[in-house]
């Protein structure tokens, strides 16, 4: 059931839910919106009748138009976006302390909101959300890393592990984390219609907020590599579904580093097609 729900006496029959239904099954009458129950199973559950509505006369899915965040101009400018986008840095040094619960919370309620292919919205956020839990995964996996290279099983093209667990071993540089408190890893199943570019579009927008809030993050593909090519057993150790497909994985916490001003780049490479 959809629960679609109007507000008679606040509903000004504009028909804009009935223009923006992507699905097309919002009719109007002389009574004002409806959908008719042969056509709700159409329905692509991507609210934009509740959020388009201006009087906020429209509820789905059961949700209250009043619990939603007014739309009303306060978008960071251009100015602030670009700033934001070119001032981001990958943050491999982090203060020996926990985010605040509620913070980490806030991020990723807003990486859920991250568009995904077909609206499947199936994405798995798993979180190490505590540096003595992370301490004790890096400490495992430090360990299996070290067998591998004592069993000298190394994959080819993955023989730089040996460098990055001897620097652990013989001077507690930790390559592999970088120190940070926390862990994101994004996952999705694998009959999803785009799994790997859900994963990918939530943990950027999961990074950007971050830098907004002042939180330092780094994309981690030594991670990814480590435990996608050499220790596959973490998968589910660290509760990924066997039928999901692993996007990415990202280390964050407090920036023990702050940077003064934006890098300069070469301008992008653009064919334009004639």
């Known amino acids: 059931m959809l629960d679609f729900i109007v507000n008679h006496q606040t509903c000004t029959k504009c028909g804009q839910c009935v223009t923006d239904c992507l699905a097309t099954i919002i009719s109007l009458n002389e009574d004002g919106p409806f959908i008719a129950p042969e056509k709700e199973a159409n329905c692509y559950r991507c609210q934009h009748c509740l959020t388009i509505c201006p009087t906020g006369s429209i509820s789905i899915l059961g949700l209250d138009p009043e619990k939603s965040l007014p739309l009303t101009g306060d978008f960071p400018n251009a100015t602030q976006m670009e700033l934001l986008i070119k001032g981001r840095r990958s943050i491999r040094h982090y203060k020996p302390e926990n985010l605040e619960p509620e913070v980490v919370q806030r991020l990723l309620d807003v990486a859920s909101h991250a568009p995904t292919g077909r609206n499947d919205r199936q994405l798995l956020f798993t979180i190490v959300d505590d540096r003595d839990k992370l301490a004790k995964l890096r400490e ?74 002042g939180v330092g993050t780094v994309w981690d593909g030594l991670l990814k590599w480590a435990i996608c090519d050499l220790m596959p057993e973490f998968r589910s150790r660290l509760g990924i579904p066997e039928n999901h497909v692993f996007g990415y994985a990202m280390v964050f916490g407090k920036p023990a580093v702050h940077y003064a001003r934006t890098a300069q780049r070469e301008t992008a490479q653009i064919h334009r097609i004639n």
């Open 140 to 213: 495992e996996m430090m360990n299996g890393l070290g067998r591998i290279i004592r069993e000298k099983s190394l994959p080819e093209g993955r023989e730089f592990f040996a460098d990055i667990y001897k620097a652990w071993e013989e001077q507690g540089i930790d390559t592999l984390f970088r120190g940070a408190p926390h862990l994101l890893l994004v996952s999705a199943p694998s009959d999803t219609a785009t799994p790997v570019q859900d994963c990918l579009i939530a943990m950027t927008t999961f990074e950007l907020f971050a830098q907004a809030l």
